[in-house]
């Protein structure tokens, strides 16, 4: 990945302009209006045939719309589906290489409001280049985001049968656990510094999907550094500890060495892929699917533990004759 540059080359540049003009004039018939995730407006004379994916889960929700065939560029770590990993790269998603965005003559660009830089996108936006933001933050955002982004490429009926699908599939977790007695849990996204996040995240709809209650639901940022103190303090019966990219079982053992804590004391200490949880695409269901069993078997636990505190009732006096 090349750093960033100053300026873009006179290649790039060229190849941007060409972009801009191609999609200069009035909008047609098959013209494309809509309004992003941060209520920019945005405008296609057609629907988009080149397009740059500046975050893993963008590229997997393209594909997943049935617009994989249009996706010309996209970030590191955009692994799924398969055909996604021969897609040309752009550098990291908090590192874009602007160069290599130009080259590809995109004719839109799908970004990431939280995790790219805001000068990255501007630039593009200042070359011509239109850019769409992703960013949802709840399930139903997630079949709105597939209904969109069909929109933008013209793949309006694939995206809304996947739409429908992730819809009937998440009322059906909801019938079966959202109205269950509430669970406390815990979702650590990072262990150096501590991280979680609050009510407004996408994991936190998918928390209260299953009957979990986020003990650290009320802190204003999205995803706050917290300390130990404040878990001991909250409690949870559950701990969720989902790294970014891979397995860490070692967050999990430290939460074992303090047995006040019901989560650890139960057992309750858990771990989802975090492909299936913490990117902003369809297989969020997969990781809500393992979240609500685990959510579950700590309701068991938790009645098999009040069963074994209640003392048996005492025998009935003997009747006198």
Not at 199 to 206: E, G, W
Request: glycine share 8%; with cysteine.
């Amino acid at each position: 990945m090349s750093s960033l540059p100053c300026r873009l080359s006179d290649a790039a540049a060229s190849a941007a302009a060409a972009t801009l003009l191609a999609l200069g004039g009035p909008a047609s018939a098959a013209g494309v209006e809509l309004v992003d995730d941060t209520g920019r407006k945005l405008a296609l004379a057609a629907p988009a045939q080149r397009i740059v994916s500046l975050a893993p889960h963008v590229t997997e929700m393209l594909f997943a719309a049935g617009a994989g065939e249009r996706v010309v560029g996209a970030v590191d770590y955009s692994d799924y589906p398969e055909a996604a990993q021969r897609i040309a790269r752009v550098g990291g998603y908090t590192r874009i290489d602007l160069e290599a965005v130009a080259a590809l003559r995109p004719d839109l660009v799908i970004g990431w409001q939280s995790g790219n830089r805001e000068g990255d996108l501007a630039r593009l936006q200042a070359l011509g280049i239109p850019v769409y933001l992703s960013e949802p933050r709840n399930l139903e955002d997630v079949a709105r985001n597939l209904e969109r982004l069909g929109q933008l490429a013209g793949s309006e009926p694939a995206a809304q049968a996947a739409a429908s699908a992730f819809r009937a599939r998440r009322e059906h977790l909801a019938a079966t656990y959202s109205a269950r007695d509430k669970v406390r849990v815990f979702y650590q996204i990072w262990d150096r510094p501590l991280m979680t996040v609050n009510d407004h995240h996408l994991i936190a709809d998918v928390i209260r999907l299953c009957g979990g209650a986020n003990v650290f639901g009320e802190v204003a940022h999205l995803t706050p550094t917290i300390g130990v103190e404040a878990v001991l303090a909250a409690n949870p019966e559950v701990i969720v500890a989902s790294g970014m990219g891979e397995a860490r079982p070692e967050w999990l053992d430290q939460w074992s060495r303090w047995p006040q804590l019901e989560a650890a004391r139960r057992d309750n200490l858990f771990f989802i892929p975090p492909e299936l949880i913490q990117r902003h695409t369809p297989r969020i269901l997969d990781g809500a699917a393992r979240l609500c069993g685990q959510v579950e078997t700590a309701r068991k636990r938790r009645g098999a533990a009040s069963a074994a505190l209640t003392p048996p009732a005492a025998p009935a006096p003997a009747r006198a004759d």
